[in-house]
């Protein structure tokens, strides 16, 4: 379980009453928001990412960022903690392997990052690089995020699951097959809290019983004496009550019984059960020695508890540090972690461990991969996430004036023609598709579109080939190819003069910074502007991109074939192109991929992702038609391949050719052809 002071690992608690789940302000794999009086109140943590809930509801990411796990809408390794935009209001998060689920407190469900097996809970294509709400999840209290499994619990205590089903681990009886619908769990009510390990899942009613299903070739469900069958149906772990929380591991299970002792069941072959033989146990046996726990915690292959004193204790694997002993040995005998006190939650991940004390820190041992500055730390060491204060973070506000806002972040990314404002996608040029660029060793940009956003006008005066621009009472003036400007009647230099290219006017992004009072910053890896400023602006509706694509039409997030919705992506549809034999449709919405749908199987694949050297390094930086860095040409007169170009920073085809990619080879290299 957990009541609001402990909630262990891979689970989040569903508590019985409703009102009560939301006042404590956050749920997550292992945390006791009630005592901690600080912005950190929970952290979760997949194969190499990291994401903290703060007190304020907003959520922070950092570290491996390949699949779009930090969901910040882009790729690349992200150094320091970074807040995730579009996502407030949050109360629990669960990371796994390369994504993350976070819940809202209106009961709604969101998820982000790699979504293989459909753990993102929609028919994604391979990824979504932003939050994105699963539909089909509706007054949900607790998420858990599984290897390649998750599941929710609702208001009525019902579960629901989706994902990879190949051992039954969906409990969904529908033939072991993965599926990205969410589908109820039969057998199973007054669900309370869930648990979900590599392929099995449990669940603990209101009564105190504990039911599981899904993959047993080690015993972890604990559901019938001496059996390793794997069970698709959910079952109960007979003569097994007073259980008041559960957690899962990669093939071991354990549940907290409300007089504060420990029973665990499952794989040994790591000291995980602490036993002194390698045995699995197929039934739940008691933990000797341990008394007064507050709250447990399952990694792939160690175990953590946290005592009512404040202590942590650990066992199990440590061939990475995961057990903070100060060496790597296995130890099958729970010990207590030198150098903590007062510590308020836990959290366990693949070979790592982390824990909150009361104070507000974060500290961390183990292989973090890349949630800490150091691979592996065999010592309680705190998190680098502390090292600025959690007063410091920027918290966003609301205009009492429904449908504005006042504090105001906008995202523009070199040759993309959209940006992002306060979350919303709006064309940076409807039409024209004006862009970010970099000239002369200067990042430029489109100056009308940002200051019309930010609430100012432009004016042209024609005559003397300047630009008049009226912001907040300030009246400022500037002269095309010329390096001085007139601000308020004041002259000042500029180091860049502004340009009109392909008759947009551009100035350099540094002129944004030191004369209209924002805060810019520039990611050099992923080519981002981050500009954030103060001011009242309407909240923004999401553009729709309409567009012709064969003898289909795009609309917005839609792909529409002869009056019909043929199929939808939520990260939007770029460019698309119908085979010739109207069986499949190929498209991009990533800019970096060239995905498959087969229209009669209602299927989506990737057949091309464009590798990060190419897609961000200096010997080949693409632009495209529109923001695209890959553009769809055509499809050969047989159906069978697909060709497309590449463009760079000048505008040139980023090779000797076109490229072409077959429909039945996924993740191929392209080949070069001088087909056109």
Not at 271 to 288: E, I, M, N, R
Not at 375 to 400: M, Q
Not at 470 to 494: A, F, H, S, W, Y
Not at 540 to 562: C, M, S, V
Request: hydrophobic share 35%; glycine share 10%.
């Amino acid at each position: 379980m957990c009541n609001q002071k402990a909630i262990p690992s891979r689970i989040i608690v569903a508590l019985l009453v409703f009102t009560l789940l939301f006042s404590t302000n956050g749920l997550s794999r292992c945390f006791a928001a009630d005592d901690i009086q600080n912005n950190y109140i929970a952290v979760s943590a997949g194969d190499g990412h990291t994401v903290a809930l703060m007190e304020d509801g907003t959520v922070w990411a950092w570290g491996i960022n390949t699949s779009g796990q930090i969901g910040n809408g882009d790729r690349g390794v992200v150094k320091s903690p970074t807040k995730i935009d579009g996502l407030s209001n949050i109360i629990a998060i669960d990371a796994n392997r390369d994504f993350t689920l976070a819940l809202r407190s209106d009961g709604t469900v969101w998820a982000w990052g790699g979504n293989e097996f459909g753990v993102l809970g929609d028919d994604l294509p391979n990824r979504s690089f932003v939050p994105l709400k699963i539909t089909g999840l509706n007054n949900i209290i607790a998420v858990a995020a599984g290897d390649t499994h998750c599941a929710a619990v609702s208001k009525d205590g019902t579960v629901f699951t989706w994902g990879r089903n190949a051992f039954g681990q969906l409990g969904n009886g529908t033939g072991y097959k993965k599926t990205s619908i969410i589908t109820q769990v039969s057998g199973v009510s007054n669900i309370k809290a869930v648990a979900v390990g590599k392929r099995h899942t449990l669940a603990l009613k209101s009564d105190g019983t504990v039911w599981a299903w899904g993959n047993n070739e080690e015993g972890q469900l604990g559901t019938n004496p001496g059996s390793r069958e794997d069970t698709g149906i959910a079952s109960q772990i007979k003569g097994f009550t007073g259980a008041i929380a559960i957690s899962a591991g990669e093939y071991h299970s354990a549940a907290l019984m409300d007089d504060g002792t420990v029973w665990i069941w499952g794989s040994n072959e790591y000291g995980q059960l602490a036993k002194s033989t390698k045995q699995s146990v197929t039934v739940p046996t008691l933990v000797d020695g341990l008394t007064n726990i507050k709250s447990i915690a399952l990694g792939r292959r160690h175990s953590v508890v946290l005592k009512n004193d404040g202590t942590v204790w650990t066992w199990g694997g440590n061939n990475s540090g995961q057990l903070g002993t100060g060496n790597s040995d296995i130890s099958i005998n729970p010990t207590q972690v030198n150098g903590l006190s007062n510590i308020a939650s836990i959290s366990t991940h693949v070979f790592s461990t982390t824990a909150l004390d009361t104070s507000g820190k974060l500290w961390t041992w183990g292989d973090a991969s890349g949630s800490s500055p150091q691979r592996v730390l065999y010592k309680a060491t705190e998190a680098p996430v502390v090292t600025t204060e959690p007063s410091t973070i920027p918290k966003p506000t609301v205009s009492p004036n429904n449908g504005y806002t006042t504090t105001n972040t906008i995202f523009l990314k070199i040759d993309d023609s959209y940006m992002t404002v306060n979350g919303s996608t709006k064309e940076i040029d409807p039409g024209n598709g004006t862009s970010p660029i970099v000239e002369d060793g200067r990042t430029m940009i489109p100056i009308r579109a940002l200051i019309e956003i930010m609430g100012g006008t432009v004016g042209w005066d024609e005559k003397e080939s300047k630009v008049i621009i009226k912001l907040n009472n300030n009246n400022l003036e500037m002269g095309i190819d010329k390096k001085v400007i007139k601000l308020n009647d004041t002259e000042k230099p500029v180091d860049a003069a502004p340009k009109v290219i392909n008759g947009r006017t551009m100035v350099p992004v540094r002129f944004v910074a030191e004369n209209l009072g924002c805060s810019v910053a520039w990611d050099e890896d992923s080519q981002k502007i981050t500009i954030k400023f103060t001011g009242k602006i309407p909240v923004f509706e999401p553009d729709e991109r309409i567009a012709k694509a064969g003898e289909g039409i795009i609309k917005g997030n839609e792909y529409i074939l002869d009056g019909k919705v043929l199929f939808n992506d939520k990260n939007g549809i770029i460019s698309a192109l119908l085979s010739p034999d109207k069986k499949y449709v190929a498209y991009t919405w990533s800019q970096m991929e060239v995905i498959l749908y087969d229209i009669e199987k209602d299927t989506k694949v990737t057949l091309y992702d464009m590798p990060l050297t190419e897609a961000y390094g200096t010997s080949y930086m693409f632009k495209s038609v529109a923001g695209n860095r890959i553009n769809l040409i055509k499809w050969t007169a047989d159906s069978q391949k697909i060709i497309f170009k590449k463009y760079n920073a000048a505008g040139f085809s980023g090779g000797d050719g076109n490229y072409e990619i077959n429909k039945d080879e996924i993740y191929q290299t392209p080949v070069v052809t001088q087909e056109n």
